[in-house]
């Protein structure tokens, strides 16, 4: 009884790591991560799940009562490998964090929209935003698992889904680099970048974010203003800031299994029997 109530205890410490991390920290961490993201489109959030959590949820994978549908990559010329979308309700920790790093994010997404000269704004919570997205008929779950064997691979996409948008999104790694894969990056590309353009590359620049398991990585779905400042007026917003086209995806698994967690905070519009799935790399066509 006494080992069972250790365990119990060890395990609740264990759970509550992440809640004790950002509320103790999470102010410095926040810092960080919004000068990563205004710098480079992308930024890491470490040890947001710890070990047990991230095997929990890569378990969930095998299950069929918590996903609304299985997506096939190289059906869709999206690369290889396989993704699910969860159903709601959502597994009640994802539920959680989709909401605290909504409320994190959604303040960077109005200023960089700012920046831009882009209208639209967030509103401070997550439920205010999704009833918007449903009541423009985005009503389908996005949060997603996704699983990659040796051989597979992300192309470069970006995840839209419908008209509402919420320009940032997060990644993270379910699984041990080096343990139970290797290979399998997360890559990010920008055109339009200012700084590039100086280099003679057209503004092109690729970027390999490396994650340990438990880590997150947020990142921009499809745009961001240029930190660098402001270039030529056709690529510029109306504030006067050039806009840095953005697109991600994961390299190929070399060996072993890769399993990432998705959070993704608009949510998708019914699937349009005109539409057509010969988008390469864009995940929304098969939401």
């Not at 997506?71 to 959680?96: C, D, Q, S, T, W």
């Not at 400042?229 to 056709?234: D, F, I, L, M, V």
Request: glycine share 8%; proline share 5%; charged share 20%.
């Amino acid at each position: 009884m006494a080992d069972a109530k250790q365990a119990a205890r060890r395990d609740a410490a264990a759970k509550a790591n992440w809640a004790t991390n950002w509320a103790t920290n999470g102010d410095a961490i926040w810092a960080d991560a919004t000068a990563s993201l205004d710098r480079y489109g992308n930024a890491i959030l470490p040890s947001v799940l710890h070990a047990k959590q991230c095997e929990q949820f890569a378990a969930l994978y095998s299950r069929d009562d918590c996903f609304r549908s299985r997506i096939v990559m190289a059906r869709h010329n999206f690369g290889r490998g396989e993704y699910k979308y969860f159903a709601y309700p959502l597994p009640p920790l994802l539920e959680r964090l989709r909401h605290a790093l909504y409320r994190r994010l959604a303040p960077v997404a109005n200023r960089w929209n700012r920046q831009m000269g882009l209208d639209v704004q967030y509103p401070a919570e997550l439920d205010a935003f999704l009833a918007r997205c449903h009541a423009a008929g985005q009503t389908r779950p996005t949060p997603l698992m996704l699983r990659y064997h040796a051989g597979d691979y992300n192309c470069l996409h970006q995840d839209l889904y419908g008209d509402h948008v919420f320009p940032l999104q997060v990644a993270i790694l379910l699984s041990v680099p080096g343990e139970d894969f290797t290979g399998g990056e997360f890559v990010m590309t920008e055109t339009g970048n200012r700084a590039g353009n100086h280099a003679g590359n057209r503004g092109q620049h690729a970027d390999v974010v490396a994650l340990r398991q438990g880590d997150a990585v947020v990142f921009a779905v499809n745009q961001r203003p240029d930190g660098d400042g402001p270039t030529e007026r056709s690529m510029r917003g109306r504030a006067g800031v050039r806009k840095v086209a953005m697109r991600h995806g994961v390299s190929v698994v070399r060996s072993g299994t890769r399993h990432t967690l998705g959070l993704i905070f608009h949510d998708a519009r019914e699937p349009s029997t005109s539409s057509s799935t010969s988008v390469k790399a864009s995940t929304w066509e098969s939401a």
